[in-house]
């Protein structure tokens, strides 16, 4: 009673000092002397501003009236609080909302040896660092000769006398999954008689070599062979005539793709080569990929693959590299202090993968020795000088202006041993070809290899042929370090393949299917751990019989075309639209059917009673979240129906910890309240669903509720219909038309107070930050923390960049822009709606071509230290423009900034003024950042985009392109076919404690940045449990893991393996991959509402998950090809920090 009198003296005086002020500032305008001297010249605008204010302070009279009341009624309430439940939001005087304190501790403190990793310093520097590199280099572009981007190569007639010349020759053919065809069109039209033949013509000779990389392809057409096909293939593959190369379900972008899925089309391929041929790949081959990740190494090298290829580098790269023989290396991770991820690496010398340019430097002799192009096909040389069919006659000749070539190009490399790759896009698809190619071969190597004074011997060989020959040379075991090779470090973006034709464009094309990939990979994570965990629970309790096993098969089916959509035409946005729009069927097929997944295991989860459970297709037990009309569509959010009766909700934290979050749920009502299961009410904020600018959507609302979730758990929570709920706070909104002539639609449940005029700047502030914008423009002009003095400009603008008017323009690979960004100009200023709340405030402003939200969560914790920043586009009326969304600081950043590759490692950047703009865009899958000795900003993503950082202080973002016209790179389109695209990002700004001076090529991101990125890119499922008039059965939450994991430990998969016998059923195994995060603790960590903490890099498995058995426990290579060591009965592991670690477990 007596905190119930405080409450309410404390309110009527925050009501007498509003009535006061607003007293006193009337009486001050009517009273103001120097004001009555301008006489009759009161400038109207200050008459409607004063307006303004009368208005505003009303509205808030009028909330503070609301609000105490809520507060008397929420006293009792709050006294009889729940442990654990998130206590009820209050107003403070100055008008701001405060959450009560946290009941749990806020922060585990990191011990101090997990903080020495970030610090570097143990290993030795490599020989050759990328960064070092370019900024060496002068990237002048001169006129090679015959090899025009590089130089003249010349050799003695007696070097090879003493150790003669290996030469291998490669025979590919590379087939895209999807381009100007699509997959099925492609297989039907070329693969499947590339491969037909194949199985033919390599039977004639024993002495010919293939090889082949995309299992997607392979995997279709094993579907359709006969069971003696199938057998000859497998003799192929014993005899070492054919080679899988890589084994990925794709040759995967490196640029756009996120681990996640770059790791689990590898796992894809290589499960399939090992059940189907019994066959584990030896050598990576990306001769396609536009630009190379460096993560692609550490995961090859993690799947126990030896040797690597690439192709796709800079030219000028490349020509630094031919000239001092550096075209061969060992490629280590920047952070890795023993060698450990070394894997040898060898890049080809020349423009292109296809013959010409394949043989040696110069592509006019190289493109008559592809015997495709004899006279009277359909293809010829450019040089106008076509290939001549090898004779008795003319074979000494031929063999002799062929092995110049050969000669020439080995000069390049360390070893005597030459690789000599022999095949181009879809090749081999005709016997003729086969012939055609291997039977003028074989007589040029015949006759090369019976003339001894010519110290050479030529064959067909497959890529690890060339691998083997070249170790055994250098005398050392496949996968050690050769004498006398460097060691490289870095990566190599971003790629230009002539003259300033840089391909960056590539990083945002089609970024709604960029945004949709993310999406349909966060939902295959959480449904493969939740099946896996409803499976063993349903397997431990012996009610597996009634479970439906058969997800399995969805689940197997959203792994391949998720694995499709990492093909480097793909995900790029470089595929035809016809090609682009069958992606995207697949894609949402896949999501609609894990979600459908996803809802059985949830189902069967949170049943108190398991032998209640019934699998019902045709009346799931759950809604889903959302629903996608069309593969172009934008996702549509569920409205649930409130009725007399509770409904139910069950929300799935995909995040392996705790979280705690706020949940929006649409609803039919205004007058709901929201309890946790056991009938405690929870904190929420009630706010309009705006259908446009002004207009909210009539009997729609959306209900906010902060809950803690469970880590990788369900929380039961129920919806009444409430009439006189106090948990369920108003939000109050604002809108400024600035000046426009706009009808607003409005709502009575949500006060909205319309504003004809410009807003004056304003500021919002949660417990943690406070953000500022312009009234203006509605845009975030500067970020605050609380408990410092200075504020930190952080000023975000839009921006169009236009394309060249000369011959060559940006398309969908290329970026030529028309010189610097211009401001973009809309034609009418923007509407500015600002809502604020207990739990959230935003700012929403409504531009011509992008409707943007700022929001700021007032919640204790993650959520509540970052700005959640959403960027929804559609540029469908631009013609040859892109646009750019650029913030600009005061962060002494100078030319350095920082991306991510692949959401696994950052890798730092520095702007290079000799080189075009265009040149200096990266990709950014999940994260850049930009620091100085204070502090650092970061920019999370939740889809991959390009982003650079062009001067001091600066980070800016393309959003999306809209080009008119194809850049001669083989698509024939321009990129017409946008859509309105949902960019979403977290805005993060830290301090830094101890900042060390960055010279060191590596870079970490802190622990609250991980965790930021992963609230990002894994937001929680909230199903309504489906209307039905009977109650429902008692229901549960669920809380798989007994501990909490370490902080810096990131379950990556837990994925079923499939059953021996029929790959449409789970095994009794699972494969668990976790990494460990490297990450860097001079950011301040205080306060920051983990309840996990690190231990350098231990796990204790065996009691992880909650209720169920750890049967068994082996470590394997990534892509569980190789046992590592013997299963032990330990169940401890221990994880070096950036190791991804995969093990074959079995729970129940």
């Not at 682009?580 to 069967?604: C, E, F, M």
Request: hydrophobic fraction near 35%; include cysteine; aromatic fraction near 10%.
């Amino acid at each position: 009673m007596k905190l119930k009198k405080q409450v309410t003296v404390c309110g009527a005086a925050i009501f007498c000092v509003a009535v006061f002020s607003l007293y006193l500032m009337l009486d001050r305008v009517q009273h103001d002397p120097t004001r009555h001297q301008s006489g009759g010249n009161f400038p109207r605008s200050q008459i409607s501003v004063l307006q303004n204010r009368i208005e505003q302070l009303e509205q808030l009279l009028e909330e503070n009236h609301e609000i105490i009341s809520h507060i008397k009624d929420s006293v009792l309430e709050l006294t009889a609080h729940a442990e654990g439940q998130p206590a009820l939001p209050h107003h403070t005087p100055n008008g701001s909302w405060v959450l009560p304190p946290e009941s749990r501790p806020s922060f585990l403190s990191v011990s101090p040896q997990d903080c020495q990793f970030a610090l570097g310093g143990k290993g030795q520097s490599p020989d050759l660092q990328m960064l070092a590199v370019y900024s060496l280099l002068p990237f002048d572009n001169q006129d090679g000769g015959v090899w025009k981007q590089g130089f003249d190569i010349t050799y003695e007639p007696n070097e090879w006398d003493a150790e003669p010349l290996q030469v291998f020759v490669v025979p590919h053919s590379h087939n895209d999954p999807g381009w100007i065809k699509t997959f099925d069109k492609y297989y039907y039209d070329q693969t499947q008689h590339i491969l037909n033949s194949m199985v033919l013509k390599m039977q004639e000779d024993p002495r010919r070599r293939f090889i082949w990389s995309e299992i997607s392809f392979f995997s279709k057409w094993w579907d359709n062979i006969s069971a003696q096909k199938r057998a000859a293939v497998r003799r192929l593959v014993g005899n070492g005539q054919l080679e899988m190369v890589t084994g990925g379900w794709v040759m995967p972008d490196e640029a756009n793709s996120h681990y996640f899925a770059m790791i689990d089309q590898l796992i894809e391929g290589h499960q399939w080569l090992e059940k189907n041929i019994g066959v584990t790949p030896r050598s990576g081959w990306a001769v396609d990929p536009f630009g190379h990740s460096s993560t692609m190494p550490y995961l090859l090298k993690r799947s126990n693959l030896t040797g690597m290829l690439i192709q796709r580098v800079h030219y000028a790269i490349k020509k630094h590299f031919a000239a001092t023989q550096n075209l061969e290396f060992m490629w280590r991770q920047t952070w890795d202090p023993d060698a450990s991820t070394d894997i040898f690496c060898h890049m080809m010398p020349f423009y292109s993968y296809d013959v010409p340019h394949t043989c040696g430097p110069d592509p006019k002799i190289c493109c008559q020795f592809d015997f495709k192009r004899l006279p009277g096909g359909r293809i010829n040389c450019p040089w106008k000088v076509p290939p001549r069919a090898i004779t008795d006659a003319n074979v000494a000749e031929r063999a002799q202006l062929l092995l110049d070539q050969y000669r020439k190009k080995s000069k390049l490399y360390r070893s005597k041993v030459l690789l000599v790759p022999l095949g181009d896009d879809f090749r081999y698809d005709k016997p003729q070809e086969w012939d055609a190619q291997f039977l003028n071969y074989q007589r040029i190597f015949d006759f090369l290899n019976s003339r001894p004074n010519l110290h050479v011997q030529a064959q067909f060989g497959t890529l690890s042929d060339y691998f083997d020959a070249l170790y055994k040379k250098v005398g050392i075991v496949p996968g050690m370090k050769p004498p006398g090779f460097p060691v490289l470090s870095g990566d190599f973006f971003s790629y230009a393949d002539r003259e300033d034709h840089y391909w960056t464009g590539y990083y945002t094309s089609r970024p709604f299917y960029k945004s949709l990939d993310r999406v349909l990979e966060a939902h295959l994570r959480g449904a493969e751990i939740l099946y896996s965990l409803a499976l063993a629970h349903a397997r431990h309790a012996g009610t597996d019989g009634r479970y439906p096993i058969s997800d399995y098969a969805l689940l197997s089916n959203a792994r391949r075309n998720l694995g499709l959509f990492q093909h480097h035409d793909a995900i790029t946005g470089t595929a035809k639209e016809a090609v682009a729009v069958d992606y995207g069927v697949r894609l949402l097929r896949s999501l609609t059917n894990l979600k459908r997944v996803i809802i059985n295991a949830a189902h069967y989860l949170v049943l108190g009673d398991k032998d209640a459970y019934r699998h019902d297709p045709a009346a799931p037990f759950l809604g889903t979240d959302d629903t996608r009309p069309n593969q172009d569509s934008l996702p549509e959010r569920t409205v649930v129906k409130l009725d007399a009766s509770p409904r139910f909700l069950v929300v799935f934290n995909p995040l392996e910890q705790e979280r705690l979050s706020v949940l929006p749920v649409l609803v039919d009502s205004p007058h709901v309240c929201v309890l946790s299961e056991e009938g405690q009410p929870l904190p929420s904020q009630l706010s309009a669903h705006w259908g446009s600018a002004t207009d909210m959507v009539p009997d729609v609302y959306q209900v906010s509720v902060l809950a803690r979730l469970p880590a990788l758990g369900l929380r039961v929570l129920q919806l009444h219909k409430s009439f006189d709920s106090h948990t369920t706070l108003k939000s109050s909104v604002r809108l400024y038309l600035h000046g426009r002539d706009l009808h607003v639609r409005k709502q009575e449940a949500v006060p909205v107070h319309v504003f004809p005029a410009t807003a004056d700047d304003f500021c919002l502030e949660n417990q943690h930050l406070q953000a500022c914008f312009s009234g203006r423009s509605g845009l975030l002009q500067s970020i605050r923390r609380t408990g410092e003095e200075w504020e930190q400009r952080v000023s975000s603008e839009f921006l169009i960049y236009g394309t060249r008017t000369s011959k060559d323009k940006s398309g969908a690979y290329l970026f030529l822009p028309d010189g610097e960004a211009k401001p973009y100009t809309p034609k009418d200023p923007p509407v500015v709606r600002v809502t604020e709340g207990p739990l959230f405030s935003e700012v929403t402003s409504y531009y011509q071509h992008v409707q943007t939200v700022v929001r700021l969560y007032n919640v204790p914790g993650v959520e509540g230290l970052s700005l959640d920043v959403s960027c929804l586009v559609d540029i469908r009326d631009h013609i040859n423009k892109e646009l750019a969304l650029r913030f600009s600081t005061d962060i002494e950043s100078d030319d350095t900034f920082f991306t991510d590759l692949n959401g696994f490692q950052i890798q730092p950047r520095r702007y290079q003024q000799k080189l075009p703009l265009q040149a200096n865009f990266y990709p950014m899958p999940t994260m850049a950042y930009i620091q100085d000795m204070q502090s650092r900003l970061t920019l999370h993503t939740a889809q991959a985009l390009g982003v650079s950082s062009l001067s001091s202080g600066q980070l800016e973002v393309i959003l999306d392109r809209r080009l008119m016209q194809d850049d001669n790179r083989g698509l024939g389109q321009g990129l017409k076919d946008n859509k309105r695209t949902c960019n979403r990002f977290r805005l993060l700004l830290e301090r830094r404690a101890t900042a060390n001076k960055d010279g060191r090529p590596i870079s970490f991101p802190s622990l609250l940045s991980h965790i930021t990125s992963m609230h990002l890119n894994a937001e929680a499922l909230v199903m309504p449990v489906a209307q039905e008039k009977p109650a429902p059965p008692a229901l549960r939450s669920f809380m798989p893991l007994s501990t909490t994991l370490p902080c810096d430990f990131h379950i990556l998969n837990l994925r079923m393996l499939q059953a021996e016998q029929d790959d449409s059923l789970p095994s009794a195994e699972a494969a668990l991959i976790l990494h460990r995060k490297g990450f860097d603790c001079s950011l301040e960590a205080k306060n920051l509402g983990f309840n996990c903490t690190t231990s350098q890099g231990k796990l204790a498995l065996g009691s992880l998950f909650q209720g169920l058995e750890l049967g068994s426990l082996q470590p394997t290579s990534l892509t569980l090809m190789y046992p590592l060591g013997t299963a032990s009965n330990s169940t401890n592991i221990c994880l070096d920090p950036m190791e991804i670690a995969t093990f074959r477990i079995r729970l129940g």
